[in-house]
T-cell receptor, first 112, second 113 residues
């Protein structure tokens, strides 16, 4: 069983839609949960991270972690064509040590 | 401020040859990581340096891979001899000590033919 599971998509939505991206994980020791965005031929870029359970909001992006169900979510409001990218969830057991365990990544396409 | 820089961006080599990938982390970042994405798979951890010391090399696939970090600055990852299954994108990342945020380079796409 993979430690972090993520549906690879692709996911195609119209501009302005609310996007929901999800991951599940199996390792109870994970404490930090990240969302990275990766454009084609670029490296992953950290969008947000959450410590333990709870919500975190940054502009149009909201990250949620439910440790009881081992479920990680990223919501994108008012999606834009510029949001078209691959979104990777990642988890780690320590905040100061970034041995990240990645999901497969979900390809998102936002069409005008 | 410059980000994490990786050289080359793309390398095509024949099976059995040697390739060396280089990573220049963000200045002042003590932590340096190597990751790899093989076609169709997740990005996977290879190893972690703190300054010039290897802290965790549990992800290194075998002894054909050798990583070094000279003087705690740039790092190299050598594959010798390269095999077909080594093809993939190799990412380097760096972070400040104690920070949760790791910054990734653009990756080196390695193709072994």
């Amino acid at each position: 069983q993979k430690e972090v599971e993520q549906d690879p998509g692709p996911l195609s939505v119209p501009e302005g839609a609310i996007v929901s991206l999800n991951c599940t994980y199996s390792n109870s020791a994970f404490q930090y949960f990240m969302w990275y965005r990766q454009y084609s031929r670029k490296g992953p870029e950290l969008l947000m991270y959450t410590y333990s359970s709870g919500n975190k909001e940054d502009g149009r992006f909201t990250a949620q972690v439910d440790k009881s169900s081992k479920y990680i979510s990223l919501f994108i409001r008012d999606s834009q064509p510029s949001d078209s990218a691959t979104y990777l969830c990642a988890s780690s057991t320590s905040g100061g040590y970034n041995k990240l365990i990645f999901g497969a990544g979900t390809r998102l396409a936002v069409h005008p | 401020e410059a980000g994490v820089t990786q050289f080359p961006s793309h390398s095509v080599i024949e099976k059995g040859q040697t390739v060396t990938l280089r990573c220049d982390p963000i200045s002042g970042h003590d932590n340096l990581y190597w990751y790899r994405r093989v076609m169709g798979k997740e990005i996977k951890f290879l190893l972690h340096f703190v300054k010039e010391s290897k802290q965790d090399e549990s992800g290194m696939p075998n002894n054909r891979f050798l990583a070094e970090r000279t003087g705690g600055t740039y790092s190299t990852l050598k594959v010798q001899p390269a095999e077909l299954e080594d093809s993939g994108v190799y990412f380097c990342a760096s972070s400040q000590q104690g920070s949760t945020e790791a910054f990734f380079g653009q990756g080196t796409r390695l193709t072994v033919v």
